[in-house]
C-alpha cells in the first residue's frame, strides 16, 4: 500500500476489506508503541488478497518506542511527542470512519483498551523470546511495560482516533 492508493472512492471500495477497522486499530498501536514510521507519505502496510478481500499487514516498527534504543531511559514524554503526520490524516482513515460510522467508531474504543490490556498480561513471555542479540535488557523490558502500562495513557490511547475523525 502507497500513498497512491491510501483511499476509498465509494462503499465497494470500503467492502473490499475483510476488516476495514483494522486500519484504525493499527493507527492507534502506533500511537501507544510510540511507532515513528508508519506515516501518510510511508504507511508500511502491505495488502493480502484473499478470495474474501484485502488484509491490511503492517510491517515496519524498526521505529517503534519513539526512535529509542536505550530502553532504560524511556519516558511517556518521548513516546507521546506531537504527530502532524499520522496514517489517521488520510483520506483512507477519513473514509473509513464516514462508511462505519460514529456509533461503531465509539464502540472501538473498549476493544482497543481491552486489547492493550490483553497484550500486557503477555508482554513478558513476549520479552522473553526476544533473541539474546537484540540488545533488550532486563531493565530495559522492564521500562517498556512500565511505559505501556500506564492506565491513564492507555484510556487516552484507547480513543485517540476520534480526534482525527473531524
Known amino acids: 500500500m502507497d ?3 491510501l483511499n ?3 462503499k465497494y ?5 475483510t476488516n476495514p477497522l483494522d486500519f484504525i486499530k493499527i493507527a492507534v498501536f502506533d500511537k501507544w508503541i510510540g511507532n515513528m514510521d508508519r506515516r501518510k507519505g510511508n ?3 502491505l495488502l493480502r488478497a484473499s478470495a474474501d478481500g484485502f488484509t491490511f499487514i503492517p510491517i515496519d516498527h524498526t521505529q517503534a518506542f519513539a526512535c529509542q534504543d536505550n530502553y532504560k531511559n524511556l ?3 518521548i513516546m507521546d511527542r506531537a504527530d502532524n503526520n499520522s496514517i489517521m490524516l488520510t483520506p483512507m482513515y477519513k473514509s473509513i470512519c464516514n462508511f462505519v460510522g460514529i456509533e461503531e467508531l465509539k464502540n472501538l474504543s473498549s476493544e482497543i ?3 492493550i490490556n490483553d497484550t500486557l498480561t503477555v508482554l513478558d513471555d513476549v520479552f522473553d523470546c526476544v533473541p539474546k542479540n537484540f540488545g533488550l535488557s532486563k531493565s530495559g523490558s522492564r521500562k517498556i511495560k512500565e511505559v505501556l502500562s500506564d492506565q491513564e495513557r492507555n484510556k487516552a490511547i484507547s480513543n485517540i482516533y476520534l ?3 473531524r
Open 3 to 5: 500513498v497512491y492508493n
Open 8 to 10: 476509498l472512492k465509494n
Open 13 to 17: 471500495d470500503f467492502n473490499r476489506y
Open 43 to 45: 504507511p508500511n502496510l
Open 75 to 77: 519516558k511517556l514524554s
Open 113 to 115: 483498551l481491552s486489547n
Open 163 to 165: 480526534k482525527y475523525y
